[in-house]
């Protein structure tokens, strides 16, 4: 007997911190942009009341979808959430994406999961940046100010290079993330920071029990960790190959070319 594919899941988040608009958008770059892959949309609530819940879903009546709404009271941040959804769902491929993300390319979820096996985290975009390095001093004398925050940076995340991937859209089995996640607390916003790129981040964590981390473009080609700002997804170039945009690639696409190149530099070194 054939075994059966248990489909991925796509678990878009939209929270009570967020502007209704970050949610319209993504519905409108989901409905543009066919995923190209069979697989269940649940919608996670975080911090919402009823009514307004209520509201958001009579605008995607026509998109089927589920809902998850996420039972905590506290602000956790995304990973908080993303926890207690990967506990719901065990043993599923989930694809992440956080509020301020969309896809932006048609067949978005077929090139990723072209790229997915067991031991592998994928990635709309990687970086080699490092909170360390990017903590300066901002105004005259206030040095103070300025050795704490580069004493506790130390503390926390590798100077340059420090390849992380990017966690505001990322693919990975929900057992193996609570592995990971469930043991950790979220309280203030450098909590995450930790995650994201800290010593024991998500991508250090995988990296040492020897998974492929890799980062997967708009032409479906992947990248590995030495590879990933060939990708053009990221704080290179003109981004050229973005499979999902987030806030800080639309940012980059804002900024002059002397800044760009400035934000470059901080990213990948040159």
Not at 244 to 267: F, G, M, N
């Amino acid at each position: 007997m054939k075994k059966k594919i248990i489909k991925p899941i796509v678990c878009y988040l939209f929270t009570g911190f967020d502007k209704t608009k970050s949610f319209l958008n993504f519905i409108r770059h989901y409905n543009k942009y066919k995923s190209g892959y069979d697989h269940d949309l649940y919608i996670c609530y975080k911090l919402i009341d009823s009514k307004k819940i209520d509201k958001l879903e009579n605008k995607i009546k026509k998109i089927k979808h589920k809902i998850f709404v996420d039972p905590s009271n506290e602000n956790d941040w995304d990973f908080g959430s993303y926890n207690r959804f990967a506990k719901t769902f065990k043993n599923r491929i989930i694809f992440f994406m956080n509020s301020h993300s969309y896809p932006i390319t048609k067949n978005w979820l077929n090139k990723f999961m072209k790229h997915y096996t067991r031991k592998t985290v994928i990635a709309a975009s990687g970086s080699f940046e490092s909170i360390t390095n990017e903590v300066k001093l901002k105004k005259p004398f206030n040095f103070l100010s300025f050795f704490r925050k580069k004493i506790k940076a130390k503390k926390s995340f590798t100077k340059f290079p420090n390849p992380h991937l990017n966690t505001s859209s990322f693919m990975i089995n929900s057992n193996d993330f609570t592995n990971y996640i469930s043991n950790k607390k979220f309280k203030i916003k450098y909590d995450t920071w930790k995650i994201e790129s800290g010593f024991n981040s998500l991508t250090n964590y995988f990296k040492r029990k020897n998974f492929s981390l890799l980062v997967v473009n708009s032409e479906g080609a992947k990248f590995d960790e030495k590879r990933w700002m060939l990708s053009k997804t990221y704080y290179y170039q003109n981004q050229s190959k973005t499979i999902i945009s987030d806030k800080h690639s639309r940012k980059y696409l804002k900024l002059t070319k002397v800044k760009r190149k400035e934000a470059q530099k901080s990213v990948w070194g040159f």
